[in-house]
């Protein structure tokens, strides 16, 4: 039955797509490509997902070799949710990249950015399907590497310093949780993540694998961009082609988070974790300093993008708030924020890349009066603005009840208050971008400018409209978010 | 062999380890971040042999006449690893190439000067 190999393939499938992108050469063709093993992936993710869903976790050995000396992949409730994510995403990009890659890459070796896509997809498939340590480092690599490459091809040459300076945060966050995997293994002796689980709860925490943690912890929180190790980030969305912003912010730094999660719940215990280590007022206190801190940046950036990629910052501060509570809300509070804002941020960045398609440029100054004559575009940008505020009906809003909820089962009030505060913030950088398309009179590129082709302006508003959806009809990312939190939160008992 | 010297690997990984990392983070030069990015990486390949290494062991290879082995899965992992740290090098590189065209520095600070925005 081909459905028993539904893991393996999940990765190989956009993995032996690259080098086909890449023999076939010719632009549409390599479009197509990557397109198909994109539809395939979201497939086979949903399939997955209903597999786990009616029969618990797949455990699936790679080539045959059993679990604790082969690789095993192994796909549970949680990592079913976020490789659904993923491949969505992607599949939705991937019609709109037709276009707007044409235009912001041109024609010629367009075929090299399907490969690197696909590569980078195949990557982050990996990462989170994985149940190996070390193969989730080489994974990781494949998606960073190969994001490094994408980013650098955007047209402005601040995309290669962005790119660069995102190739050596990102390799040292890398060799760092090489470096705690190795001194896993030196202790436990094994790699696979449910024995070094088993070995690590069974053994009395010890320095190594303490030094271990904190490897671990830093190098992940680098990979996702918690604050302050989130540097890289503004500069490399702000630059990057429209399409690559879109597909990362929606994907790369959620699989870290996964990762993040991974590590800390299934591979370390919660005792480990937050009781021995004091991770969770650690993580809290970053948490609520990225929400605030970087809100506030985002507030004043006239280039679009780049006060996305902050904001960007600040949902991931919320994400890792929910992690911090250590509780079932807590969790499924920063799962379902996790899916929430793929589908926000992911359509917002589509929406500027409309924008940039149509005016060439992603300033403040240049969208004056726009909502004149592009108003599908803004109309989606300001719904997904209002979904990363929290208004009633978004998802966003969903994700901050139950962000405060958690909160207020901990007895967290202060915390409670500053989810609320920061989203002000939000009001503020959404606000300014309202203000300027809307009550301003037209700039000289707005007046000539027009709604995006449908090919661009369909997959926008997919997601944006997804992000409406998914805030009215809540059952399927909340039921989902919760049973991950509580395989997860068990998994540590 | 417990005692400091005994260990003198974990000593040379540490050196390794904190002069390449101080190398990324003081020098402004595009490519000598990349040389101590290369020297923390194999820092780190150093610490995995050392993993590997057992006591009067000898290379992993099966022979009859020897009984005891050094682990052989630490030097395969750093194979590994080392593909995906030359792969990384090459990737910098070609940047660092891209940035000198576009703006005719490799210097961090030269090139923060000319990016400023209007």
Known sequence: ?493 | MQTALGLYNYWIVIFLMMAGFYIVVAHDNLIKKIVGLNIFQASVFVLYITFGKVTGGTAPIVDPAFAVYSNPLPHVLILTAIVVGVATTALGLALVVRINEAYGTIEDDEISAQDIEP
């Open chain 1, 1 to 493: 039955m081909i459905a028993a190999h539904f893991p393996a393939l999940q990765v190989v499938i956009p993995l032996i797509g690259a080098p086909v992108c890449m023999l076939v050469r010719y632009r549409d063709w390599s479009w197509a490509v990557a397109l198909a093993c994109s539809w395939a992936a979201l497939a086979i993710a949903w399939l997955m997902l209903q597999q786990v869903l009616a029969g618990g976790p797949v455990s699936y050995a790679l080539g045959g070799w059993a679990a604790p000396l082969g690789i095993e992949y192994r796909v549970d409730t949680v990592n079913a949710y976020v490789l659904l994510i993923v491949s969505a995403i992607g599949s939705v990009v991937m019609p709109y990249a037709r276009r707007s890659v044409r235009h912001e890459f041109g024609t010629a070796r367009v075929y090299l950015f399907y490969t690197s896509y696909l590569l980078c997809l195949a990557g982050l498939l990996g990462v989170t399907i994985t149940g190996d340590a070390f193969n989730l480092f080489v994974f990781l690599e494949i998606s960073s590497l190969s994001s490094y490459v994408l980013i650098s091809l955007g047209k402005d040459r601040r995309a290669l310093t962005a790119a660069y300076r995102y190739l050596v945060m990102g390799t040292i966050g890398a060799t760092f949780i090489v470096i705690g995997v190795g001194l896993l293994y030196h202790n436990t002796g094994t790699l696979n993540m449910m024995d070094l689980a088993a070995r690590i709860a069974a053994s009395t925490a010890d320095r190594t694998i303490g030094a271990a943690f904190g490897f671990l912890v830093v190098g992940i929180s680098l990979k996702l961009a918690l604050f302050p190790l989130h540097l890289w980030l503004p500069n490399a969305y702000a630059y990057a082609p429209s399409m690559v912003s879109a597909f990362l912010a929606a994907t790369a730094t959620k699989v870290a988070l996964y990762v993040l999660l991974r590590f800390l719940f299934t591979v370390f215990n919660l005792e480990l974790s937050f009781g021995v280590m004091p991770l969770d007022i650690v993580l809290l206190v970053l948490a609520v300093i990225a929400m605030f801190a970087a809100s506030t940046v985002a507030v004043f950036q006239n280039n679009l993008k780049r006060m996305l990629a902050y904001s960007s910052v600040a949902q991931i501060g919320y994400m890792v708030l929910g992690i911090s509570y250590a509780t079932v809300t807590g969790l499924t509070a920063g799962i379902l924020h996790l899916f929430n804002h793929a589908l926000m941020k992911g359509g917002m960045f589509l929406a500027l890349g409309c924008v940039f398609y149509r005016i060439g440029s992603v300033h403040i100054r240049d969208l004056h009066g726009i909502a004149r004559t592009m108003p599908w575009t803004m109309a989606a940008f300001v719904l997904g603005g209002f979904g990363l505020i929290g208004v009633p009906l978004t998802v966003g809003f969903i994700s901050k009840w139950y962000l405060i909820v958690g909160a207020i089962d901990r007895g967290w009030w202060v915390v409670a208050v500053l989810v609320l505060l920061s989203s002000l913030l939000a009001v503020a950088y959404v606000w300014r971008v309202v203000e300027a398309a809307y009550f301003r009179p037209p700039s000289e590129a707005a007046k000539q400018a027009s709604d995006a082709p449908a090919s661009m302006m369909i997959p926008t508003w997919i997601l944006i409209g997804a992000s409406i959806w998914f805030g009215i009809e809540t059952s399927l990312p909340v039921g989902v978010a919760e049973r991950a939190a509580a395989e997860l939160l068990g998994a540590g008992r």
